[in-house]
C-alpha cells in the first residue's frame, strides 16, 4: 500500500523560507512522478509543482522562481523548497503520486505565512 508521511509545515513570517519533505512507502519510488499540491481555504486543491522520474520539473505560475521541488530517490523522499514566502502561499500543502490508475495523497501539511 503506497503511503506518503509529510512532516514539517508550520508557521513563517512574510519573505522566509520553508521546507517540506515527504517520504514515500509502498510504490517504486525512483520509478515515480512525485508532487506537492496545496489547499488555501475555500479554494479548490492546485498544482504546485512536479518531478519526474527523470528530474524534469514543472512549477505553477504564482510559485516559479521562489520554490523548489527536487527528490532523493535513496531516501524515497520528495522535497519542497519554498523561498521569498507569501501570505497568499499560506494553505495546507499534499504530497502526491500515481500508481496504475491510482492517485495517492500524504495527509496534508498546514504552511501559514504572516505579514
Known amino acids: 500500500q503506497v503511503q506518503l508521511v509529510e512532516p514539517g509545515g508550520g508557521l513563517v513570517q512574510a519573505g522566509g523560507p520553508l521546507r517540506l519533505s515527504c517520504a514515500a512507502s509502498?510504490?517504486?519510488?525512483?520509478?515515480?512522478?512525485m508532487g506537492w499540491y496545496r489547499q488555501a481555504p475555500g479554494k479548490q486543491r492546485e498544482l504546485v509543482a512536479t518531478i519526474s522520474t527523470v528530474w524534469t520539473t514543472s512549477y505553477a505560475g504564482s510559485v516559479k522562481g521562489r520554490f523548489t521541488i527536487s527528490r532523493d530517490n535513496a531516501k524515497k523522499t520528495v522535497y519542497l523548497q519554498m523561498n521569498s514566502l507569501k501570505p497568499e502561499d499560506t494553505a495546507v500543502y499534499y504530497c502526491?503520486?500515481?500508481?496504475?490508475?491510482?492517485?495517492?495523497w500524504g495527509q496534508g501539511t498546514q504552511v501559514t505565512v504572516s505579514s
Open positions: 502526491n503520486t500515481q500508481k496504475g490508475p491510482n492517485a495517492y
Open positions: 509502498g510504490t517504486i519510488f525512483d520509478a515515480s512522478t
